[in-house]
Nanobody
Framework: QVQLVESGGGLVQPGGSLRLSCAASRLIFRIYAMGWYRQAPGKQRELVARIMSGGTTNYADSAKGRFTISRDNAKNTVYLQMNSLKPEDTAVYYC??????????WGQGTQVTVSS
């Protein structure tokens, strides 16, 4: 069974940084697109950033210029570097792996809270 395990969430002050990690197992990591999504209380889950198997990336407008997604295929891990964090970035962040149109997997999520 595919597993996606997120880590790196926590409490950070506005303007601070966090790096989220997602370790994947039981899948051929290099062929999957990987994404980070988030869900704030009372809101729908939304895309934050995505990286394709070939390395192409795309970001939500709210993440552009502040967040960077990357992947290490040797470690079966995808990262989300988040800088200049704002209170509105507070959410549960989920890792996602997919082969477009074929299958999708989700992690359990990690809480990110931006507050002074």
């Amino acid at each position: 069974q595919v597993q996606l395990v997120e880590s790196g969430g926590g409490l950070v002050q506005p303007g601070g940084s966090l790096r989220l990690s997602c370790a994947a197992s039981r899948l051929i990591f290099r062929i999957y697109a990987m994404g980070w999504y988030r869900q704030a209380p009372g809101k729908q889950r939304e895309l934050v950033a995505r990286i394709m198997s070939g390395g192409t990336t795309n970001y939500a407008d709210s993440a552009k210029g502040r967040f960077t997604i990357s992947r290490d295929n040797a470690k079966n891990t995808v990262y989300l570097q988040m800088n200049s964090l704002k209170p509105e970035d507070t959410a549960v962040y989920y890792c996602e792996a997919d082969r477009p149109g074929v299958e999708v997997y989700w992690g359990q999520g990690t809480q990110v809270t931006v507050s002074s």
